[in-house]
């Protein structure tokens, strides 16, 4: 027997806009391709106009979405494409906006996230306008030639099924979990979804399951929704915290250990530093497991189906893996994302400029 409570606290957020669409200097004589062989897809004819891309970049404030803008750069330059970037710093209500602008300034192809479905109107009026290219978190992929993503929900069942691997290893009859999210973006929704997928299937123990979350989408929103929690729940009443993004798993980690909690543990998704540092931590910890994306190969497959749209083909969903990362294989990890960090170096440094 399985109990899911629903804990929703209602906040917003609102936030500002930035542009950019300047690319670093390459140096004369070298032919080194960024965390790529060769770029996503066959370059333009250099002899007609130069196509114009832009992207909506959601918050530069993530190293996540930082390193798909970085290598989306880089596949730009290679492509010999125009890309022009929009910073909006977490306010899902410009995107329709920025939509609608993109076609007024004729832009050839426009790469949209929409987490919300609030800019399904504009996408619906530039139809033949613009070419539309989705990638993470869109609530309707319909209206875009392609959508380039993690399978959510494969990473929340994959999330849940390694904490459910080590409760069975702990031994208990009875656990309880609180899944902690963003209950207005839907790659959240669809993480959490994949989360209680993994937990329902289990019939050899009981695992009580409890939801938690505010509709903030920073850091300090999650510390904040994380320290009200931890008030009310005691010392052993939460056995595990699954977050479904890194503000979510990062605030539980944040408020648990400024209260001196670490009477249970937590698991996320995504890597950003402090996630990947917090997995290396030795002695009392609270951080056990995180689902990486690969940011770098989804900038790449955002250029190569851009480029294909251009061309009359359509390449529909185009799905990137996640991967278990856990203090045994962090290090390893940490070693092949450095990698691509430093041959990127320069785009990453110039798309940091927009937060």
């Known amino acids: 027997m399985k109990k899911i409570i629903a804990v929703i606290l209602s ?3 609102i936030l500002n806009l930035t542009a950019c669409g300047s690319s ?7 032919d080194e391709k960024p965390a790529a062989e060769a770029p996503a ?9 130069k196509v114009r891309m832009a992207m909506i970049m959601p918050l530069a404030t993530q190293d996540f979405f930082n390193f798909i803008a970085a290598q989306l750069q880089y596949e730009a330059d290679q492509a010999n494409v125009d890309l022009t970037m929009w910073d909006i710093n977490g306010d899902v209500s410009k995107i329709g906006d920025l939509v609608e602008m993109a076609k007024e300034q004729e832009y050839d192809l426009m790469f949209v996230i929409d987490p919300t479905g609030s800019a399904k109107s504009a996408m619906e009026e530039v139809q033949g306008d613009i070419v539309l290219i989705g990638f993470d ?8 030639s392609a959508w380039i993503s993690t399978d959510n929900v494969a990473m929340g069942r994959l999330l849940a099924e390694h904490m459910i691997d080590d409760m069975r290893a ?8 609180i899944l902690t999210f963003t209950p207005t973006v839907q790659s959240e929704i669809d993480r959490k979804d994949g989360m209680i997928e993994a937990i329902e299937a289990v ?4 695992i009580h399951v409890e939801e938690a979350s505010n509709s903030k989408v920073d850091l300090a929103g999650k510390v904040s929704l994380w320290d009200d929690l931890l008030v009310r729940k005691a010392e052993g009443e939460i056995d595990y915290v699954l977050g479904t993004n890194s503000y979510n ?3 539980c980690v944040s408020a648990a250990e400024a209260a001196g909690r670490y009477d249970f543990k937590v698991m996320g998704i995504d890597d950003e530093e402090d996630q990947l540092a917090a997995l290396q931590k030795e002695g009392e910890h609270l951080y056990y497991a995180t689902i990486a994306q690969n940011p770098f190969q989804i900038g790449k497959e955002m250029m190569r189906a851009a480029l294909a749209a251009l061309n009359g083909e359509e390449l529909g969903t185009i799905g990137v893996d996640g991967v278990l990362v856990t203090s045994d294989n962090v290090d390893g990890y940490l070693a092949e994302r450095s990698k691509n960090i430093e041959a990127l170096s320069d ?3 110039i798309i940091s400029q927009l937060n």
Not at 41 to 49: A, F, H, R, V, W
Not at 203 to 206: G, I, S
């Open 11 to 13: 906040l917003v957020c």
């Open 24 to 30: 670093p200097k390459q140096e004369a004589g070298t």
């Open 41 to 49: 897809g066959d370059s333009l004819d250099n002899s007609k106009e």
């Open 137 to 144: 978190a869109v609530v309707n992929p319909e209206l875009q």
């Open 170 to 177: 702990a031994g208990k009859d009875s656990y309880n979990v």
């Open 203 to 206: 019939d050899d123990m009981e």
């Open 249 to 251: 798993a990062l605030g």
């Open 347 to 349: 785009y990453i440094s």
